[in-house]
């Protein structure tokens, strides 16, 4: 009993330990195989857009494990064996039907010489499901499958190592401003953050929402800019926030006060956002119904204590000072 109270220990503290999806889901793997005998084991997290899992940490030959997960139609065939839901470990021989009519088995693992296993979906505590932990033996007694008490006690502790939405929660908070917040996906999806509120601006179909997809996926960018809420500016904050190797997560989306923002005008705005987006003056005049677009900018400018429109134009990219085209309405 001592030993499982120290692993439950030793394990929520990897859990919680700063470093990589991957290094925790390693060091995880590692404690587990103190305790628990097994001769091949992974964790994958689950895409459910592409309906494929990756892996993330693995110990012994997994191959046959890795190319029958990588397959969106196996990923059908996980949901009818009733894998994906939040369940005890499932062994092996408690699947409903012979190991050698199922397309893992039959046509993965058996050939492979295992024999037997576990399998046990990871999910978090508010229902997401994460992805999957498999144990692999070629022993046939259901030594390993005897541990499942003990695998199904770790399922929440090994589900936070894989789980990044806290840290996007921690990155909302350090800003110390942030309003509401979801995190975005590959797809262009929204992800709500536990935690952390969101926001009308954020919803499915906002403008702002579309724009914010679209600086999504920019590697080691945070690109700001307006957008107007209840006859104000707020500012926009896209963060990214990749990991290929952990999950299908892109960016944080933030909202946030305008700040210095707020001592523009709305025509400011909108000519700065014309600006960034490289419209010409003729455009410029059209859109905005104004005579001298240079001159109006060049006056911004040294309100602003630049000293030409180009300096405007890269400081007000930079930090967020313009309202894009498509939220003027």
């Known amino acids: 009993m001592s030993s499982r109270v120290s692993l439950l220990v030793e394990m929520a503290?990897?859990?919680?330990?700063?470093?990589?999806v991957e290094q925790r889901a390693d060091a995880l793997l590692g404690c587990l195989r103190e305790v628990v005998p097994y001769a091949a084991a992974w964790i994958a997290v689950r895409d459910p857009e592409t309906r494929t899992h990756r892996r993330v940490a693995s110990v012994g030959d997994v191959d046959s494990l890795a190319r029958y997960f990588a397959l969106p139609e196996d990923d059908e065939e996980v949901e009818e064996l009733g894998l994906n839901r939040c369940q005890p470990p499932v062994p092996a021989s408690a699947l409903p039907v012979p190991l050698a009519e199922t397309r893992a088995w039959g046509e993965y693992l058996l050939p492979a010489g295992f024999s037997d296993g576990v399998a046990m979906a990871l999910f978090t505590d508010d229902g997401r499901h994460l992805g999957f932990l498999s144990l692999l033996t070629g022993d046939s007694s259901g030594r390993t499958a005897s541990y499942g008490g003990l695998l199904a006690g770790l399922r929440p502790i090994i589900a936070?190592?894989?789980?990044?939405?806290?840290?996007?929660?921690?990155?909302?908070?350090?800003?110390?401003?942030?309003?509401?917040?979801?995190?975005?996906?590959?797809?262009?999806?929204?992800?709500?953050?536990?935690?952390?509120?969101?926001?009308?601006?954020?919803?499915?179909?906002?403008?702002?929402?579309?724009?914010?997809?679209?600086?999504?996926?920019?590697?080691?960018?945070?690109?700001?800019?307006?957008?107007?809420?209840?006859?104000?500016?707020?500012?926009?904050s896209v963060l990214d926030c990749r990991d290929e190797t952990a999950d299908h997560l892109c960016s944080l989306v933030l909202i946030r006060p305008a700040g210095n923002a707020s001592d523009l005008g709305?025509?400011?705005?909108?000519?700065?956002?014309?600006?960034?987006?490289?419209?010409?003056?003729?455009?410029?005049?059209?859109?905005?119904?104004?005579?001298?677009?240079?001159?109006?900018?060049?006056?911004?400018?040294?309100?602003?204590?630049?000293?030409?429109?180009?300096?405007?134009?890269?400081?007000a990219a930079r930090e967020g000072l313009y309202l894009p085209p498509v939220l003027w309405r």
Request: hydrophobic share 50%.
């Open 13 to 20: 503290q990897i859990a919680a330990a700063a470093g990589s």
């Open 160 to 236: 936070r190592a894989l789980d990044r939405l806290p840290s996007f929660a921690a990155a909302a908070q350090l800003t110390g401003d942030a309003v509401g917040g979801i995190a975005i996906t590959r797809a262009g999806r929204g992800v709500r953050i536990p935690g952390l509120p969101t926001h009308p601006l954020l919803v499915e179909g906002s403008a702002a929402l579309a724009v914010a997809r679209g600086y999504a996926g920019a590697p080691g960018t945070v690109s700001t800019f307006l957008s107007r809420w209840a006859g104000r500016f707020l500012r926009v």
């Open 266 to 315: 709305l025509s400011e705005v909108r000519l700065l956002g014309a600006m960034v987006e490289g419209w010409d003056d003729e455009r410029i005049r059209a859109g905005l119904g104004l005579s001298d677009p240079c001159g109006f900018a060049l006056g911004l400018a040294r309100r602003l204590g630049l000293p030409s429109m180009g300096a405007l134009v890269q400081h």
